[in-house]
């Protein structure tokens, strides 16, 4: 994998691929863990000897991951963990993956620089669009900072499901779009 900073990237839009619910693991936090297991039983959790992660079904994929005709869903939206909130972005203290201007990202009186994993399908690359720069990426801080948890821009929207999808069928089951 390799890590871009954000100024490179023109746009991020999730197109509900399902890649990064298959590819990777997801840790979590022990508040995040704590609401899984009382909801879903510790079967829906696996750990290792330092971390708490959600469980993979035998494909890879994450337990919670649902295909609906060409879209993959999230079963657990309502809690999700922060980890998939933020993926394919990292905000850090430092610029650990180089290119440190191209990382700098200024909120506030909060300094963090941001890098986008380029196995995500969703990134355009080019200059950066004023509502990515100023809304998408405000939105993934926030998240980071631990100052908001509701997702807007930062998942993809249910109106990408396919049109004879009914809204109902899928609000009712707690299943949205990742
Ligand atoms: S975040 Fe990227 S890799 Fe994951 S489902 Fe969306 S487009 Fe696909
Ligand atoms: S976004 Fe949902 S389905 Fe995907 S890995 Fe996270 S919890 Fe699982």
Redesign the pocket.
Known sequence: MQFVPWQYIADWK????????KAYSVVLNFPEWLRIVKNYGVEATTSDLNKLYLKKKSDGSCVFLYKLSNM?LCGLQHMKPDACKL??FKVLANPKFGYAREALYHLGENKVYIYADSN???LKYGRPTWEFANQTLKEFIEIALGIRKEQYKTT?PIGNIHSSTPYEFLRTRNFYT?
């Open positions: 999730c197109d509900a691929c399902g890649l990064c619910c993959h993926w394919p995500c399908k969703g993809a990742l």
